[in-house]
Nanobody, 125 residues
Framework: QVQLVESGGGLVQAGGSLRLSCAAS????????MGWYRQAPGKQREMVAT???????NYADSVKGRFTISRDNAKNTVYLQMNSLKPEDTAVYFC???????????????????WGQGTQVTVSS
């Protein structure tokens, strides 16, 4: 099994900054893409930023120039640095990872798409 645990959410004033972290644990062989998604009340979940195992990044237009995604492969952790936050950034932020895992040495490899439990980010005006 693979677990993703997010941290770093909270309440911040507009113009402020927050840094989200997401650590993956479990029977991990390797992690391919990782990313951050968010869901505001009454809206669909949307992609915020993604990063490949090689470090290539992709951002939603609404966060380009303000948010930075990064990862530490040795720690199986992905980060989201959020600067110049706006009230419209308020949402629950979810970590996502495409993980290749194995229950035990020699077991078949399994590729799965995993989600964290979400962390609330609230930006006040």
């Amino acid at each position: 099994q693979v677990q993703l645990v997010e941290s770093g959410g909270g309440l911040v004033q507009a113009g402020g900054s927050l840094r989200l972290s997401c650590a993956a644990s479990g029977s991990i062989v390797r992690i391919n893409a990782m990313g951050w998604y968010r869901q505001a009340p009454g809206k669909q979940r949307e992609m915020v930023a993604t990063i490949t195992s090689g470090g290539s990044t992709n951002y939603a237009d609404s966060v380009k120039g303000r948010f930075t995604i990064s990862r530490d492969n040795a720690k199986n952790t992905v980060y989201l640095q959020m600067n110049s936050l706006k009230p419209e950034d308020t949402a629950v932020y979810f970590c996502n990872a495409v993980v290749v895992s194995s229950l035990y040495i020699g077991a078949p490899l399994k590729s799965g798409n995993y989600w964290g439990q979400g962390t609330q980010v609230t930006v006040s005006s």
